[in-house]
């Protein structure tokens, strides 16, 4: 079985990386927002966590996967999440969510928050799977090119472990 990946916040240097991931994994088709610098921003940033999936060491190190969680006082916000293709279907997304579930609940967040693009029916089974529900539609959310399925899960002592 393969070896699960470390889990740890990202560093400055993992910025570009994750910037790539969103770009040909989350934002194909929508442009680049989340380029290197804003990605550094949320890194910096108090409110928010960026948490990595990474296998190797040293220089051999590599992310292979991400997510962006933005606190507010009792929601939270899930920015971005994406496990690189090679990578997927092995428990990563899960791990990187319920890592972010338990702290937000540490910190008194009691709801996440989510959108995720229309057309995204893998991610959408995904989220539902780890106990999120549609609770509506944004159309024109990407850039006016992309509705938008808001999902959300209330946290509490239920959030599973990681
Ligand atoms: C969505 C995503 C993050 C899931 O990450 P992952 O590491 O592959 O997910 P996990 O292995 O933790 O999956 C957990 C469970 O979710 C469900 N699931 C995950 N991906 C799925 C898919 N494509 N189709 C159906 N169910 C899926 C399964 O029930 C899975 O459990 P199983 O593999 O035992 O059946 C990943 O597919 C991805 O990066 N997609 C591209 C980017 C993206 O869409 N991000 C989300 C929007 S920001």
């Known amino acids: 079985m393969a070896r699960m990946p470390n889990l740890r916040l990202a560093r400055a240097a993992d910025a570009r990386a994750i910037a790539e991931l969103s770009r040909d994994l989350i934002e194909r088709g929508l442009g680049w927002s989340w380029h290197r610098g804003r990605v550094l921003r949320s890194i910096r940033a108090r409110e928010t966590n ?6 190797g060491e040293g220089a051999g190190e590599r992310v292979v996967g991400f997510a962006i969680m933005e606190y507010g006082e009792v929601r939270a916000h899930l920015s971005l999440l994406g496990v690189h293709p090679e990578h997927q279907r092995r428990g990563i997304g899960r791990s990187l969510l319920a890592w972010l579930e ?8 009691r709801v996440i928050e989510l959108e995720l693009r229309e057309s995204n029916h893998g991610a959408r ?4 799977e780890l106990g999120y ?3 509506g539609h944004v159309p024109g959310y990407y ?14 002592r239920r959030v599973a472990s990681a």
């Open 125 to 128: 089974r995904f989220y539902r």
């Open 102 to 109: 338990k702290t937000a609940l540490l910190a008194g967040v």
């Open 133 to 135: 529900t549609e609770i």
């Open 143 to 156: 850039r006016g090119i992309e509705t938008a399925i808001r999902m959300t899960r209330g946290i509490g």
């Open 50 to 55: 960026v948490l990595v999936a990474t296998e």
